[in-house]
C-alpha cells in the first residue's frame, strides 16, 4: 500500500463525493438548461451543491459560480475583474507567493499594460498589511493575496490586509485564492472582506475539473467564456453535473469535521517534526504557525527530486517542495528567504486527517535512509 503524503497537489476523493458524481452519471443525466423534468433534476442537483457551498461560506447561493477548477476561477477573478475596473485603473497588487494560477495570469496582463506590483515578505518571511497598503493606490483595480500558502502553509494575513486596504481604497476589488485554506480553516468572505474567492474541489476529497468562484454582489466580472450563459453568463457551457453534484457532497461531509480534523492534523505535524528534529541536516522551512496541513522541510544537500523518487521507491508520495509544476522551480521559497541550496533539497509533505501517525513513522524511516544513501 502506499503512502500517500502529496495531499496539497491532490486529494483522494471522498466516498460521498464518488457516490454522488456515479448518481449523477447513472441517473441524473440530463442538461441542466433543458427544460423537461431530467433537465429540471439536473439543475436541482447543481443548486443543492450551489447552495452547500454558499452556506459553507456564509453566502446567498446566488453568488457562488461553478467553474472547471481554481485556475479558471483565479483567471476569472484577475482578467474578469481587471476588465470591468482596469480601463482607468490600470494597477494589479498580488503578493509574490501567488500559485501559477495568478503570478502567470498577472504576468499575462503585465504585458497587457496593466502594472502589476508584488508584494513580498519581509526579512522574517511573513507578510505586512503596511505593505500591501504602501502597494495599493488610487489607480489600483485589484488585489489578489492567496490564504494559506500551497508550497509552506504559510497562513496570510489577508482579512487584516483587505481590510486595510478596503479602509483607505474602497474601491480596490479584493480576490483571495482560497484553495489551500477551504475545508481547512474557516473561510467567509465577509469577515475577510474578500469580493471574490476561488475554490477547487479536488484539494477538498471531491473531483478533478471542477472549482467555484463566490463573486459579491454588485461587483462586476467579465465572463472569459462566452455561450450559452450558463452560470448567469459568468462561466458559460453546460455544468458538469457529476463534478458538481461530487463537490457539494465532500462539501457537506468534511465541513461538520472541520476543527476535529484540524486539531489531529495539527498533532500530526506535531508528531512529524518531532521526529524530524532528532536528524541531522534537516531544516523545517514552513514556519510554526503554518496550516498544520503542509509541511516543508528539507534535507540539506539531498536534491528533492533525486529523494522524491528515493521516497517513491519505498512506496511514499511527497512532492518536491518548491516546483509549483514537473519540477519547474517556482521561487516561492526565496520568496520566503529560504536559501538556494535548502530549497533545492525541499520536500513537502501534505497531510490530511485520515493520514496516520505510523505512515509518518514510515516516511522518516525512508528519509534517514534516503539521508544516509544519497549523495549530496
Ligand atoms: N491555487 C492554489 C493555491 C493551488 O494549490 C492550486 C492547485 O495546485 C490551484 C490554485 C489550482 O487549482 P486547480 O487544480 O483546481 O486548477
Redesign the pocket.
Known amino acids: 500500500m502506499a503512502i500517500y503524503l502529496d495531499n ?2 491532490t486529494t483522494k476523493p471522498c466516498t460521498a463525493a464518488v457516490e454522488a458524481a456515479l448518481e449523477a452519471m447513472r441517473v441524473n443525466y440530463g442538461n441542466p438548461s433543458s427544460l423537461h423534468r431530467a433537465g429540471l433534476d439536473a439543475q436541482l442537483a447543481v443548486d443543492k451543491s450551489r447552495k452547500i457551498i454558499a452556506d459553507s461560506l456564509g453566502v446567498d447561493s446566488s453568488t457562488v459560480y461553478f467553474t472547471s ?4 476561477s ?1 483567471n476569472l477573478a484577475l482578467r474578469g475583474a481587471s476588465a470591468a475596473y482596469g480601463r482607468k485603473r490600470r494597477r494589479i497588487v498580488i503578493s509574490s507567493v501567488e ?1 501559477a ?2 503570478e502567470e495570469t498577472a504576468a499575462d496582463l503585465e504585458k497587457r499594460d496593466f502594472e502589476v506590483v508584488r508584494v513580498t515578505p519581509g526579512e522574517n518571511g511573513r507578510f505586512s498589511a503596511m505593505d500591501f497598503l504602501a502597494a495599493c493606490n488610487d489607480d489600483t483595480c485589484l488585489l489578489s493575496m ?1 490564504s494559506v500558502n ?1 508550497e509552506t502553509g504559510d497562513i496570510l494575513p489577508v482579512a487584516e490586509v483587505f481590510a486595510a486596504v478596503k479602509r483607505k481604497f474602497p474601491h480596490i476589488i479584493t480576490h483571495c ?1 482560497c ?2 485554506a477551504y475545508m481547512k480553516i474557516p473561510v467567509k468572505p465577509a469577515a475577510m472582506n474578500a469580493d471574490i474567492v ?1 475554490l ?1 474541489a ?2 477538498i476529497h471531491g473531483v ?1 475539473g471542477v ?1 467555484a468562484i463566490y463573486i459579491k454582489k454588485g461587483v462586476r466580472v467579465l465572463p472569459l467564456v462566452t455561450g450559452g450563459k450558463q452560470e448567469k453568463g459568468i462561466r458559460s457551457g453546460t455544468e458538469s453535473v457529476p463534478l458538481i453534484a461530487a463537490f457539494g457532497a465532500a462539501v457537506d461531509e468534511l465541513l461538520p469535521t472541520m476543527n476535529e480534523r484540524f486539531s489531529r492534523v495539527a498533532e500530526l505535524k506535531r508528531h512529524l517534526l518531532g521526529l524530524v528534529d532528532e536528524i541531522d541536516g534537516i531544516s523545517v522551512n514552513s514556519h510554526d504557525e503554518a496550516s498544520p496541513y503542509v509541511i516543508n522541510i528539507s534535507a540539506e544537500g539531498k536534491h528533492s527530486e533525486i529523494m522524491l523518487h528515493f521516497l517513491e521507491n519505498r512506496g511514499i508520495y511527497v512532492s518536491s517542495g518548491s516546483a509549483c509544476s514537473k519540477g519547474k522551480q517556482s521561487g516561492v521559497l526565496e520568496q520566503y528567504r529560504i536559501p538556494m541550496k535548502r530549497a533545492d533539497s525541499a520536500i513537502r509533505v501534505s497531510i490530511t486527517a485520515d493520514t496516520t501517525v505510523e505512515e509518518l513513522d514510515s516516511f522518516v524511516e525512508a528519509l534517514t535512509d534516503g539521508i544516509k544513501k544519497i549523495r549530496s
Open positions: 496539497a497537489a477548477g481554481a485556475t479558471e483565479n500559485h494560477s495568478v492567496m500551497n485564492d484553495v489551500q476561488s477547487s479536488h484539494k478533478k472549482g
